[in-house]
């Protein structure tokens, strides 16, 4: 599975980005997935995750309210909607993929993703 993020840039405070990430293959509708994000100095951390379906998500509570995770089977693509955007949302943020647990609760744990993507850089200025 490959995976391929989209939509990082440069905005001002209280902005709203929206992020996107491409999968490759025919078994994407079977996966679970998520977003992390990793600032300089700092160690990666869950953002949101979606089930396989789309009905069920998870937030990190710096997130909750303000950023939406969704699912787009039939086009292979997940998105990050992130509003309200402060400064310390900068970051790259990186697209993942669970393959193995789908039945399972979503995972905040990035051990538990089997793929990821590169990273898109996102830039709050005050």
């Known amino acids: 599975v490959q995976l391929q993020a989209f939509g990082g840039g440069l905005v001002q405070a209280g902005s709203s980005l929206r992020l996107s990430c491409l999968a490759s293959g025919d078994m994407f509708s079977s996966y679970n997935a998520g977003w992390f994000r990793q600032a300089p100095g700092e160690e990666r951390e869950f953002v949101a995750a979606i089930n396989w379906r789309g009905g069920r998500v998870l937030y990190a509570d710096s997130v909750k309210g303000r950023f939406r995770i969704s699912k787009d089977n039939a086009k292979n693509t997940f998105f990050l909607e992130m509003n309200s955007l402060r400064p310390d949302d900068t970051a790259a943020y990186y697209c993942?993929?669970?393959?193995?647990?789908?039945?399972?609760?979503?995972?905040?744990?990035?051990?538990?993703?089997?793929?990821w993507g590169q990273g898109t850089q996102v830039t709050v200025s005050s």
């Open positions: 993942a993929v669970e393959t193995r647990n789908r039945m399972g609760p979503l995972s905040m744990r990035s051990a538990a993703y089997d793929y």
